[in-house]
Protein backbone atom coordinates (compact mmCIF):
# COMPACT_ATOMS: atom_id res chain seq x y z
CA UNK A 1 0.00 0.00 0.00
CA UNK A 2 1.14 3.60 -0.75
CA UNK A 3 -0.45 6.56 0.58
CA UNK A 4 0.04 10.64 -0.57
CA UNK A 5 -0.69 13.15 1.63
CA UNK A 6 -1.66 16.45 0.55
CA UNK A 7 -1.48 19.97 2.28
CA UNK A 8 -0.61 23.28 1.71
CA UNK A 9 -4.29 24.55 -0.45
CA UNK A 10 -6.65 27.60 0.58
CA UNK A 11 -6.93 30.96 -0.26
CA UNK A 12 -5.16 33.93 -1.15
CA UNK A 13 -5.49 37.21 -2.74
CA UNK A 14 -3.83 38.12 -6.55
CA UNK A 15 -0.23 38.22 -6.18
CA UNK A 16 0.35 36.01 -2.94
CA UNK A 17 2.25 33.18 -2.29
CA UNK A 18 1.16 29.29 -1.11
CA UNK A 19 3.71 26.63 -0.87
CA UNK A 20 1.79 22.63 -1.70
CA UNK A 21 3.43 19.26 -0.05
CA UNK A 22 2.91 15.74 -1.10
CA UNK A 23 4.71 12.86 1.16
CA UNK A 24 4.55 9.37 -0.49
CA UNK A 25 4.69 6.25 2.34
CA UNK A 26 3.85 2.41 2.47
CA UNK A 27 5.74 -0.45 1.25
CA UNK A 28 7.76 1.64 -1.44
CA UNK A 29 11.10 0.73 -2.87
CA UNK A 30 12.03 3.72 -4.72
CA UNK A 31 10.36 6.75 -6.47
CA UNK A 32 10.59 7.97 -9.57
CA UNK A 33 9.15 11.49 -11.00
CA UNK A 34 6.76 13.14 -8.60
CA UNK A 35 4.61 15.91 -9.89
CA UNK A 36 1.64 18.69 -9.59
CA UNK A 37 -1.13 18.64 -11.89
CA UNK A 38 -4.02 20.94 -11.87
CA UNK A 39 -8.01 20.41 -12.74
CA UNK A 40 -10.01 23.60 -12.84
CA UNK A 41 -14.38 23.33 -13.33
CA UNK A 42 -14.46 22.14 -16.75
CA UNK A 43 -11.16 21.99 -17.72
CA UNK A 44 -9.46 18.84 -18.33
CA UNK A 45 -6.34 18.17 -16.05
CA UNK A 46 -2.76 19.63 -16.62
CA UNK A 47 0.29 19.16 -15.64
CA UNK A 48 1.76 22.02 -13.38
CA UNK A 49 5.29 20.75 -12.71
CA UNK A 50 7.23 17.40 -12.92
CA UNK A 51 10.76 16.56 -10.87
CA UNK A 52 12.46 13.86 -11.55
CA UNK A 53 14.30 11.30 -8.89
CA UNK A 54 17.52 13.34 -10.81
CA UNK A 55 16.12 16.68 -10.08
CA UNK A 56 15.50 17.68 -13.25
CA UNK A 57 12.59 19.70 -13.63
CA UNK A 58 9.94 20.77 -16.24
CA UNK A 59 7.10 23.39 -15.92
CA UNK A 60 3.33 24.59 -18.17
CA UNK A 61 3.99 27.69 -19.35
CA UNK A 62 1.72 29.34 -17.76
CA UNK A 63 3.38 28.99 -14.33
CA UNK A 64 7.41 29.17 -15.38
CA UNK A 65 8.79 31.74 -13.37
CA UNK A 66 6.52 31.63 -10.43
CA UNK A 67 5.95 28.17 -9.63
CA UNK A 68 8.88 26.25 -8.56
CA UNK A 69 8.99 22.31 -7.98
CA UNK A 70 11.17 20.60 -5.38
CA UNK A 71 12.29 17.62 -3.39
CA UNK A 72 12.51 16.68 -0.08
CA UNK A 73 16.01 15.17 1.34
CA UNK A 74 14.36 11.96 1.74
CA UNK A 75 13.08 12.43 -1.67
CA UNK A 76 9.83 10.70 -0.39
CA UNK A 77 8.24 14.22 -0.71
CA UNK A 78 7.33 17.28 -3.32
CA UNK A 79 6.94 21.07 -2.68
CA UNK A 80 5.41 23.13 -5.12
CA UNK A 81 6.48 26.98 -4.05
CA UNK A 82 3.65 29.09 -5.87
CA UNK A 83 4.28 32.60 -6.07
CA UNK A 84 2.51 35.64 -8.01
CA UNK A 85 -1.12 33.78 -8.03
CA UNK A 86 -3.70 35.26 -10.48
CA UNK A 87 -7.60 34.00 -10.25
CA UNK A 88 -6.60 31.35 -13.05
CA UNK A 89 -4.67 29.25 -11.12
CA UNK A 90 -7.55 28.27 -8.99
CA UNK A 91 -7.90 24.50 -8.95
CA UNK A 92 -7.71 21.62 -7.05
CA UNK A 93 -4.41 20.86 -7.46
CA UNK A 94 -3.34 16.78 -7.30
CA UNK A 95 0.41 15.41 -6.49
CA UNK A 96 1.35 12.62 -8.76
CA UNK A 97 3.87 10.14 -7.83
CA UNK A 98 5.58 7.34 -9.64
CA UNK A 99 6.13 4.52 -7.44
CA UNK A 100 8.02 1.33 -7.22
CA UNK A 101 6.66 -1.46 -4.87
CA UNK A 102 7.33 -5.31 -4.96
CA UNK A 103 4.17 -5.72 -6.96
CA UNK A 104 5.86 -3.00 -9.75
CA UNK A 105 5.97 0.10 -10.69
CA UNK A 106 2.64 2.24 -11.03
CA UNK A 107 1.54 5.59 -10.83
CA UNK A 108 -0.18 7.17 -7.92
CA UNK A 109 -2.87 10.41 -7.36
CA UNK A 110 -3.21 12.21 -4.32
CA UNK A 111 -6.86 13.59 -2.99
CA UNK A 112 -6.24 17.21 -4.28
CA UNK A 113 -5.96 20.43 -2.06
CA UNK A 114 -8.11 23.73 -3.36
CA UNK A 115 -6.43 26.41 -4.44
CA UNK A 116 -8.47 29.60 -4.64
CA UNK A 117 -7.45 32.64 -5.95
CA UNK A 118 -9.62 35.67 -5.72
CA UNK A 119 -9.85 39.18 -4.03
Known amino acids: QVQLVESGGGLVQPGESLRLSCAAS????????MGWYRQAPGKQRELVARITSGGITDYADSVKGRFTISRGNAKNSAYLQMNGLKPEDTAVYYC?????????????WGQGTQVTVSS
Open 96 to 108: NVGVLTRSGASDY
Open 26 to 33: GSIIGIGT
